[in-house]
Nanobody, 121 residues
């Protein structure tokens, strides 16, 4: 089993930055992808960004490309999300996720509890 714990959420003004961090514990050799999803009130959970173990290739949602950066420390079993130029529409609960498969999806095996990010206008 893998346990994921997020940290770093909070309240920020539009244009500001936040850094989210997710630490994996338990069976921590995650051979597949790790990354982030988010869910805004009244909306479905959506993909934000992911990073694969092999080649450290990254993938981003169109809405965050150029503003968010996902990174992974394999030695520390962490995955971070640096969020710059935040917009009110980025307000959501952000969830860390991990999978042993190549691609991270809504049906991936492991999820954190989520951390709230609120962007004020």
């Amino acid at each position: 089993q893998v346990q994921l714990v997020e940290s770093g959420g909070g309240l920020v003004q539009a244009g500001g930055s936040l850094r989210l961090s997710c630490t994996a514990s338990g069976r921590t050799f995650i051979s597949g992808a790790m990354g982030w999803f988010r869910q805004a009130p009244g909306k479905e959970r959506e993909f934000v960004a992911s990073i694969r173990r092999t080649e450290s290739s990254t993938n981003y949602a169109t809405s965050v490309k150029g503003r968010f950066t996902v990174s992974r420390d394999f030695a520390k079993n962490t995955v971070d999300l640096q969020m710059n130029d935040l917009k009110p529409e980025d307000t959501a609960v952000y969830y860390c996720a991990a999978t042993y498969k190549v691609v991270l999806t809504l049906t991936s095996e492991y999820w954190g509890q989520g951390t709230q990010v609120t962007v004020s206008s």
